[in-house]
């Protein structure tokens, strides 16, 4: 069980207030204890985070707060988080599903756990391939 996780997964998983919080802080939790589990992280979801906790916060929240936020999640994974380099380019093509604009990012992600061995680990529906991060 190895995951990339996206970047509503992540700032889900980061603010208590967010409607899907619970849900997947609890499937985090259960990944921890099983020593098989890899969260993997890249650049994509990591500055996504960053940059979605600034925009929710309204400027209450300092950038260097936003990225410690996100170092401390990270940390707490310990082993079992791992940052997966990005190496594919936009210009290397796109899924057919990938229709429009809202879908660029995800199908790149997908494309990058695959060439690593992952599955993509989202709330989203709507990303054939991907694995859906469970509700309960």
Known sequence: MKYL????ALVAWGWSDH???KHVAQWIGKMKKKSEAKLCTSAIPELGFVRVSLHRAGGALELAEAV???TSMLRSLGAQHAFVGDDHSATDGFPEWCAGPAMTTDAHLLLLAKAHG???ATLDNGIPGAYRIPSE
Do not use: A, I, R
């Not at 996780?5 to 509503?8: A, E, F, P, Q, S």
């Open 5 to 8: 996780l996206d970047v509503n």
């Open 19 to 21: 409607e899907n919080h």
């Open 68 to 70: 410690n936020t996100l």
């Open 118 to 120: 992952l599955q993509l």
